[in-house]
């Protein structure tokens, strides 16, 4: 059974720092697209950062130059440098695995349960 666990959330102050990793466990082939999105209490989840198999990248306008999204298809993991944090990118962060094919040939699509990060002023 595939599962996305992430880690690396927590408080941190305006300006600083944080970096989200994602790890994909179970019976893997591939995955097309790992992603972060991000929702905010009253607000709809929005894309934060995408990246596909061949490294091709896609930011969300809010974050475009301050955050990097990688992905390391050996270990199955997407990681999320994020710089410069606003209070306004607090949210619950969740990792996203697209056209992931598992180890019987199945094609599906899975979300990890959340992390928080909470950005003080």
């Known amino acids: 059974q595939v599962q996305l666990m992430e880690s690396g959330g927590g408080l941190v102050q305006a300006g600083g720092s944080l970096r989200l990793s994602c790890a994909a466990s179970?019976?893997?082939?591939?995955?097309?697209?790992l992603a972060w999105y991000r929702q905010a209490p009253g607000k709809q989840r929005e894309l934060v950062a995408a990246i596909i198999s061949g490294g091709t990248t896609n930011y969300g306008d809010r974050v475009t130059g301050r955050f990097t999204i990688s992905r390391d298809d050996a270990k199955n993991t997407v990681s999320l440098q994020m710089n410069s944090l606003k209070p306004e990118d607090t949210a619950v962060y969740y990792c996203?695995?697209?056209?992931?094919?598992?180890?019987?040939?199945?094609?599906?699509?899975?979300w990890g349960q959340g992390t928080q990060v909470t950005v003080s002023s």
């Open positions: 179970g019976s893997i082939f591939s995955i097309s697209v």
């Open positions: 996203y695995a697209g056209g992931l094919i598992d180890g019987t040939g199945r094609r599906n699509n899975y």
